[in-house]
C-alpha cells in the first residue's frame, strides 16, 4: 500500500490499522521491518536509517523502547536499554577504534556511573556527566600508575592522589590533569615534600622532610630551590642560605645549638669563605 505522503507498506491490516508483521518504506529512504500493534511499532523489529545506522530491538508506542542493538555507519556499536528512542540505563557502546564503555546512559549521553576501557590499555571507573569524565573517579593506566580523585570535562580537577608504579605517592590538588596549588609527595625512598605545585613541578613555597630527621623549608621553581631557605637540622642546628638554580649561593648563616655562628659565602655550592663567631657564654 502506497500513502499520500510518499511511504510505502507491505503487510496486514486490522480495521484499517497494521496488525502483525510488516514492512515500511519511508519517503526519506527509511526502512522498518517487524511487528505492529493498532498502526503502531511494537516489539520486536529492524529500522534501517538512510544514513546507513541500523536499530534491531524491541519498540513500544512506535519508538525504540527496551532492550536493542544500535548499529553506527562508522562502524561504532551500542547494546543496551532505550527509553522514549533514546538510549537510557545500562548498555554498552563498542567504538570502531576499539575502545569500549559500558555503564549508564541518559538520554543518549554517558551519565552516571561507568567504565571505559581505552585501546591502549588504560581504564577509567567512575561518574560520568555529558558524555565525559565528571566528578569522583579512578583512572588506572597501563604502565601502572593510577589516579584516584575528581574529575571535570573529563580531566582530573580538584582534590586527588596519583599513584606511581615506582611507588611515589601525590597526594593534593589538581587543575587540567596537572599537580597544582597544595600538595604533598610521598617518595619510595621515605622523603617527603609538601607545598605548592604548579603543572606538576614543584613552584612556590615548601618544605622537603628528609630521611636523616633534616627538614629544609623555602621557595622552589620548576622543582628546584630558589631564592633564601632555612635548613634545620636534627641536632637542632640551622643554616640560612640562598640558592640559585638549586645550588647554594651568596651569603649564608650557620647556627649551632650551643649559640655558636658561621658566615659563610657560597659559591656553585661550595664555600668560598667562611667566619666564626663562638658564643661568649
Known amino acids: 500500500m502506497k500513502y499520500s505522503n510518499g511511504d510505502k ?6 480495521k484499517d490499522l ?8 519511508y519517503k526519506n529512504g527509511d526502512k522498518f521491518e517487524g511487528n505492529f500493534i493498532k498502526d503502531k511499532k511494537e516489539g520486536y523489529g529492524i529500522y534501517y536509517y538512510n544514513n546507513g545506522d541500523k536499530y534491531e530491538g524491541n519498540f513500544s508506542n512506535d519508538i525504540k523502547n527496551g532492550k536493542g542493538i544500535l548499529y553506527y555507519n562508522n562502524g561504532d556499536r551500542f547494546e543496551g536499554y532505550f527509553y522514549d528512542d533514546k538510549k537510557n540505563g545500562k548498555g554498552v557502546y563498542y567504538y570502531i577504534n576499539e575502545n569500549k564503555y559500558e555503564g549508564n546512559f ?13 585501546k591502549n ?15 569522583y573517579g579512578i583512572y588506572y593506566y597501563k604502565n601502572g600508575n593510577k589516579y584516584e580523585g575528581y574529575f571535570k570535562n573529563d580531566r582530573q580537577n580538584g582534590y586527588g592522589k596519583y599513584y606511581y608504579k615506582n611507588g611515589d605517592i601525590y597526594e593534593g590538588n589538581f587543575i587540567y590533569d596537572y599537580f597544582s596549588g597544595y600538595g ?32 629544609y623549608e623555602g621557595n622552589f621553581s620548576m622543582d628546584l630551590k630558589e631564592g633564601e631557605g632555612i635548613l634545620y637540622l636534627k641536632n637542632d642546628d640551622k643554616l640560612t642560605v640562598n640558592y640559585v638554580n638549586d645550588v647554594k649561593e651568596g651569603n649564608a648563616v650557620y647556627l649551632c645549638n650551643n649559640g ?4 659563610i659565602c657560597f659559591c656553585n655550592d661550595r664555600i668560598k669563605e ?3 663567631f663562638y658564643d661568649n657564654k
Open 260 to 263: 655558636d655562628k658561621y658566615e
Open 274 to 276: 667562611l667566619k666564626i
Open 121 to 135: 590499555g588504560d581504564i577509567y571507573e567512575g561518574n560520568f556527566n555529558n558524555n565525559k569524565k565528571g566528578g
Open 9 to 14: 507498506y507491505e503487510g496486514k491490516f486490522v
Open 106 to 118: 541518559y538520554e543518549d549521553i554517558k551519565k552516571g556511573y561507568g567504565k571505559f576501557y581505552y
Open 184 to 215: 604533598i609527595i610521598y617518595y619510595y625512598n621515605g622523603i617527603k615534600f609538601e607545598g605548592n605545585f604548579k603543572n606538576n613541578k614543584k613552584n612556590g613555597y615548601g618544605k622537603i622532610y628528609y630521611l636523616n630527621g633534616d627538614i
Open 18 to 25: 497494521k496488525e502483525g508483521y510488516g514492512k515500511i518504506i
